[in-house]
């Protein structure tokens, strides 16, 4: 894996949308009527316009979300998306997004303390795997993390993603797509709350209750009519992708990750001396 | 649907007037960005007595943050206006700008100041960054560069730069009931 692979990936993120998140935008079109039907429309025509053009979709290119999975230490692969974030910065190219948190000096480069945004996930074996998010601020200063206490249970869990949704209105530019992350810690909950994004959307879902849980709030959310843009209609969220991990006895721990109609990812996997770019 | 307006150079309150919630707008001439930090800098300099080295008078004060790449403006979508409510009925009164452009609904401060200082709020599409920069045919310059590129005033030549969606007019009348603080 080299800097430019990062670096080309990255361009194909934020210059092309996965074809799940395209084929959901296109039914949701087709399902309104009045400003929310044209203003569908004009998202899809700026899809086609960004891929054919080459050119972002969006000018907030986002802060950019790495998830690495590999086996060992993660010093040089880290080193190589830093140096790709900064290559991909000058030639998609994307816009310098971070800054200090009090003086709010731009770093000109889309690198900083902290910055890529890099959570590595070890495992035993198996070669490296790369996943890329570019989350956008409007989406994610909506996006929310509680502490529930046990007995609040399912119940508790919807309504708290339906507040953060309600809340939310039009800001994150829906239709969204919603990543709720239930267990495990106030951090780890966030975690898994992203990671849920990084699943296609037509993927189906394994655990039952999940599931179950997806479809109850995919629902729920629609009800609440927001629409596209908040102009109102049938569609708020293209889905509810929703990730779990066992959690303190005294806890549970749930976070909301909302993301924005131009949900941009991509992997990258390394084959011997190979890399695949895929969506 | 409401109707569709073709608007050019300095709007005036004869054309305000006539723009109603639902209506779309399409915009011909210069637009101002100004989003977060350009809208704190002008109160600076306004609450001071000085004056902004560009006219809003009449103008478009657009929210948002472009990517641009030398002298070429790559992506140009709205950013949430919500976060400039808390300045933007006082730059409305200080600048004599007619019209804001951003995406995701404003409160109730800028929606009585779009009524006394007669000026409407349009919506863009969100995230619709690559089509908002095929409408722009020049940068005209831009000012307060040290505020990093995307919290800059950026001066564009935009030809009939557009949906733009009204959703707050002049009249009191907004597209979404409830009104946020």
Known sequence: ??????????????????????????????????????????????????????????????????????????????RIIMEGVAMATEAVPLRANIVDPFSRKNTGNNLGRGNPIIHIDPRPE?????????????????????????????????????QTVRKAGAKPCPPIIVGVGVGGSLDAAALLSKRALMRRLDEPTEDALSSHLEGDLLREINS?????????????????????????????PVAVSIQCWALRRVFLEAEGDRVLIRR | MGKAYSLRGKIGDQEVSKLQ???????????????????????????????????LRGGVIYHC???????????????????????????????????????????????????EHHAVYAEYPGGAGALAARSVVGIKGVYWRELGDPEAVWVLEVEGFGPCFVTMDCHGRTLRETLKK
């Open chain 1, 224 to 252: 609440l009519r927001i629409g596209p843009m908040g102009f109102g209609g049938k569609n708020t969220a293209l889905a509810v992708r929703l990730e779990a991990a066992d959690c303190h006895t005294a806890s549970l």
């Open chain 1, 126 to 162: 198996g070669g490296l795997r790369i996943g890329i998010l570019a989350k956008g601020a409007g989406s994610e200063n909506v996006s929310a993390a509680t502490m529930l206490d046990p007995d609040q249970s399912v119940g508790g869990i919807k309504e708290f993603v339906l």
């Open chain 2, 21 to 55: 919630v639902g209506d779309i707008i399409y915009i011909t001439g210069e637009i101002f960005t100004m989003r977060d930090q350009a809208h704190l800098k002008a109160l600076e300099i306004l609450r001071g007595g000085g004056r902004l080295p560009f006219d």
């Open chain 1, 1 to 78: 894996m080299r800097a430019e692979d990062i670096a080309e990936a990255i361009r194909l993120m934020e210059t092309d949308l996965p074809p799940d998140v395209e084929a959901a935008l296109a039914r949701c079109r087709d399902e309104e009527e009045g400003i929310s039907r044209e203003v569908l429309g004009a998202m899809l025509e700026n899809v086609r316009i960004a891929r054919e053009g080459g050119v972002p979709i969006c000018q907030d290119t986002g802060s950019l979300v790495f998830f690495v999975s590999a086996k060992g230490c993660c010093s040089e692969i880290c």
């Open chain 2, 65 to 115: 943050g472009p990517l641009v790449k030398g002298s070429r403006l790559v992506s140009a979508g709205p950013t949430t206006s919500m976060r400039m409510e808390r300045s933007e009925g006082e730059i409305l009164a200080r600048t004599g700008a007619k019209c804001i452009i951003g995406k995701g609904g404003m409160g109730s401060g800028t929606l009585s100041a779009l009524s």
